[in-house]
């Protein structure tokens, strides 16, 4: 972002090198991105988790519920939305508590990056990992519940509903990761937060599943578009305050 | 140089920094002692940004701490008994990660990686993972950390805890040889209870009790001896001296 420049006390004799005053935004919010998905493409603890959890739950729900073709399809939108948020819930509290517990979030804040771009940084890996839970139940689900999931538009719901909810739980679960009970803590508080998400996301796949006309899925579509944005804005002036001590 | 005014930090209505006065010239290294509970960290998250003042004025190299705090991270390395590092990531990643992060030219990132790497001896260990790092070498590779982007001020907190009678010598060495702190081409505040390591290493000494600095003066007006007097005397605690 800001490309002015400074002369800071320096250990050196020579010359001072002129130094940005702070590094450039996107070159964080790539960093931080590019660090979480290597860390998780080694370590696996997160994605494996939400993974796991979301087989055990699509497995529950099509064996507690034994529906006829017609009500799975009017189900089916529902039970793939509780089990991202779920899985999701899950894999938020594993994002920023591993931060916490290394004192690497400090490490984070101790540098001269804008604050917000820690919050997109953070976003976009939890994003990517909401997103791979998102993909796969959609084929768990073509399975377990007979009904096709494979449909462009319904991936663009998964798409913005997923990128409401990985803003909206980084956001909060940045609030709750210095509380002591961080993991009863955030559920408690992101439920209530991403409800516009999650019922504007279940309305349009429902909708869609149930061969209703576009204009009964795609206001619920601009209502999650909104919201997006709304989140969005909120991460960038909120974070700031949020990390603060 | 760092300069603190009548600093002031309270926790709702608790005071735990309650109008410190201090000034750290360039070049010195200050060894901050004081029992548990005195302000020694919330002192250094204040210097470190990462807490604001409820009031008095922290100046950094000229620059005003929390106005100006991206100037004054710039200049701040940090080394702390948490590593502020990430088990997943390989030595050489975590390195690289906080060199963009601190903006280090791409051109130089690579080489200078390599040489942090090199000097503080684990070069040979970079494509390994952190989580299969001992606790010495964890604070080894917190301190290349730390020296990244060479900064102009070095703040240690505790960075002995946790290290065994070898780790902690060589972390001695690293302080010395490293980091250059003897030469006064840093300026060094560290926290720690190890009154015989704080004597080692500082010019000056700055006792800090009950919120305010208890005593202050350099380590070369006093005997190894003398520290852990003036220390109890200034905490109030039973001396058996």
Known sequence: ?245 | MIEIESLVKTFGYFPVLRGVDLKVERGQFLAFLGPNGSGKTTMLRILQGLAKPTSGRVLIGGWEIPKETFAVRQQLGVVSHLPLLYDSLTAEENLLFFARLYDVPAAERGDRVHTMLQQVGLDKRAKSVVQTFSRGMVQRLAIARALLHDPAILLLDEPYTGLDVDAAALLDHLLTEVAGVKDGIRTVIMTTHDLGRAYQHATHVAILSRGKIGYYGPTSAMTTDELPRIYAETVGMMTTA
């Open chain 1, 1 to 245: 972002m800001s490309a002015t420049t400074t002369t800071p006390e320096t250990t050196s004799t020579t010359q001072p090198k002129k130094r940005r005053l702070r590094t450039p935004y996107f070159q964080v919010v790539a960093s931080l991105a590019w660090k979480d998905l290597r860390a998780e493409a080694r370590g696996r603890e997160m994605v494996n988790a939400m993974l796991l959890f979301s087989i055990m739950a699509v497995l529950i729900f099509s064996f507690a519920l034994e529906l006829d073709r017609q009500a799975q399809e009017a189900t089916v939108g529902g039970v793939l939305w509780v089990t991202i948020a779920f899985a999701g819930t899950l894999g938020l509290g594993r994002s920023l508590a591993a931060e916490k517990d290394k004192g690497s979030l400090d490490a984070l804040l101790l540098a001269p990056v804008e604050r917000s771009a820690l919050f997109y940084g953070k976003m976009i890996g939890n994003f990517l990992f909401t997103l791979a839970v998102g993909f796969l139940l959609v084929f768990l689900l073509t399975v377990l519940f007979n009904v096709n999931l494979f449909r462009p538009v319904l991936w663009l719901i998964i798409v913005l509903g997923c990128l409401g909810f990985a803003t909206t739980g980084t956001l909060v679960a940045s609030m709750s990761v210095h509380a002591r009970a961080r993991e009863m803590l955030l559920p408690i508080l992101l439920l209530p937060v991403i409800l516009p998400i999650i019922i504007s996301a279940t309305r349009a796949s429902t909708a869609l599943l149930t061969e209703l006309k576009t204009e009964d899925w795609l206001p619920w579509i601009q209502l999650l578009v909104v919201v997006d944005f709304v989140f969005l804005l909120a991460g960038f002036f909120l974070f700031d305050f949020i990390v603060e001590e």
